[in-house]
């Protein structure tokens, strides 16, 4: 008689092991620090803001708030969004050469 209770089966991955290897492919280090720069960039610029303005502060705050807000979507524009490359397809077809082919 074999013992299997002690023995794992490798071929078979139980379902929350693979919602985490899901997760992780989109929770990545990169993503966890855009997440946090929005956080404390936009909320936080807003929450420092608000304080400000209830302590009689409500200039200062309005520069915190523009300087936080602009500097974080600066942020992400250059190290997040900028190295994207966004373009069409590689093939360029004009109309010229769709006529051509006839």
Known sequence: MSDTSGGTDDTNT????????????????????????????????????????????????????????GGTILLVWFVWLRPLEISGPSGELSYTDETDEE
């Open 14 to 69: 139980s379902p929350s092991s693979r919602e985490a290897d899901e997760t992780s492919s989109w929770l990545t280090r990169d993503a966890l620090a855009l997440a946090a720069v929005l956080l404390v960039g936009i909320a936080g610029t807003g929450v420092v803001r608000r304080q400000l303005g209830l302590l009689g502060y409500n200039n200062l705050g309005r520069v915190v708030f523009v300087v936080g807000y």
